[in-house]
């Protein structure tokens, strides 16, 4: 059955066309600010963005432009909205497995504290009694990918798994399973998945199969979810990636760094390779490339002085903040995971299972981490501002958003004079967000 357009309704269709076609010059939205973020970090002073009624920008300029504008926003520190590629959800249901069956609720949460995009992280856990409820996860994120209006842009799909060898949080999963099954799981989500967090200790043997079958249908291949992994299987995996068939960039990626991975001075594993910028001229690094790394910044799944380490070891454009998030910020509130059940901490700011000190995800945004990164790590606006909308727009192949700049989204993120950086206004392709849902 297919909607036939009435004559109303044609009628009105055209009438919109000739007053759309009459105001070429009436851009929708003036936002004015103090300062502002634009690409690649550059802070500036007075900035002039123009919106058109698409939620495009138009142009950035220094000085008034010419032309009407329908709305006017103003504020003192413009940034790009942030991008947060590892979030597992923080709302509509007691049961984190079960968020991403009500994406609105996790939706309209972050984009009123500034999240303007995001990748929804899910698991692929081995339960069968589970593996129904997953197949509905992934239905209702691919309703939604890519669609504006309802908060946060759901961008995409992250996995953590099937293929981990620790689990740290996460429920099992076939991390045995065959590449055929695996390329299955692929061609399930589709080009909506963007990344996924894979073992390289499990795939040392099977001449990282699964690592190139990633790359080949242009999901990122995240390392991680492995304490045990040698040298031999982590510069294995670079190497493997540097030649692979690919239709992204072959470079890999760390999934939260230090939380699920190990450091040793002599004997090195994952954190290791997420600490240098450039390898070492040795001879089993020839044609590897470091990988960009993500850290969760919440100052309690990774320690300040961690924390500090790796933002100056490394370029700025290769460290991502995430949230790893996983219920909203309600002290003391009890979730269902799978048969398990976690609590948040009395600060509001991480879940454990409960009843131990395991960390299972984070319930801040990445508006605290923005502020903890100016704060605290004493950082620029414009490298801070990098690290949690541009680096990991980029990262995942999102070139729609991520930073200021003529023909991307207007992902904008308003917000107060240091050091309090209060948010004042958000906005997802040019319209404004309601702060307070």
Not at 19 to 32: A, D, E, G, N, Y
Not at 178 to 206: D, H, N, Q, V, Y
Not at 248 to 263: A, C, D, K, M, P
Not at 379 to 407: C, F, W, Y
């Amino acid at each position: 059955h297919t909607h036939t357009h009435t004559g109303s309704e044609k009628e009105r269709d055209r009438q919109t066309q000739r007053q759309r076609s009459k105001l070429p010059f009436v851009m929708s939205t003036l936002v004015i600010a103090q300062e502002a973020v634009l690409p690649n970090g550059v802070c500036v002073g007075h900035t002039f963005v123009s919106v058109n009624a698409e939620g495009i920008i138009t142009s950035v300029d220094h000085s008034m432009p010419e032309g009407k504008f329908e709305h006017t926003i103003q504020g003192h520190t413009l940034v790009p909205g942030f991008v947060d590629i590892h979030n597992h959800g923080m709302a509509g249901s007691d049961d984190v497995m079960k968020y991403w069956l009500q994406p609105g609720a996790t939706q309209r949460l972050l984009a009123a504290k500034g999240t303007t995009s995001m990748l929804a992280t899910i698991l692929v856990p081995s339960d069968p009694a589970l593996q129904k409820q997953t197949d509905d996860v992934i239905a209702s994120l691919l309703a939604v990918v890519g669609k504006v209006g309802a908060g946060t842009v759901v961008e995409g799909i992250h996995t953590e798994g099937p293929a981990v060898a620790d689990l740290g949080g996460l429920l099992p999963s076939d991390s045995q399973m065959s590449l055929e099954a695996f390329e299955a799981l692929l061609k399930k989500i589709g080009p909506a998945l963007r990344m996924m967090t894979i073992a390289p200790s499990l795939e040392l043997a099977g001449g990282y199969a699964r690592v190139k079958a990633l790359l080949k249908h242009g999901v990122v291949p995240a390392l991680g979810h492995d304490r045990s992994a040698s040298e031999e299987a982590i510069a294995g995996a670079l190497r493997a990636a540097a030649s692979a068939d690919s239709k992204i960039e072959r470079r890999l990626h760390i999934t939260h760094l230090f939380n699920v991975t190990s450091f040793h001075h002599r004997d090195p594993s994952l954190t290791n390779f997420g600490l240098v910028e450039k390898l070492p001229d040795l001879p089993q690094y020839k044609g590897a490339q470091s990988p960009t790394v993500e850290i969760i910044g919440d100052m309690a799944h990774v320690h300040p002085l961690a924390l500090q380490a790796v933002v100056h070891a490394r370029a700025k454009e290769s460290v991502i903040f995430i949230t790893d998030a996983i219920a909203e910020a309600c002290p003391g509130c009890e979730r269902h995971y799978g048969d398990r059940v976690m609590q948040v901490n009395t600060h509001g700011t991480a879940v454990t299972l409960k009843g131990t000190s395991t960390l299972a995800g984070s319930c801040l945004t990445l508006l605290d981490t923005f502020r903890a990164l100016v704060r605290v790590c004493q950082l620029d606006l414009g490298h801070a501002s990098m690290m949690v909308s541009q680096n990991p727009a980029k990262r995942v192949g999102l070139s729609h958003t991520g930073a200021i700049a003529e023909g991307k989204r207007a992902d904008l993120v308003l917000l107060g004079a240091r050091p309090d950086l209060a948010l004042e206004a958000v906005l997802v392709a040019g319209k404004m967000v309601e702060l307070h849902p």
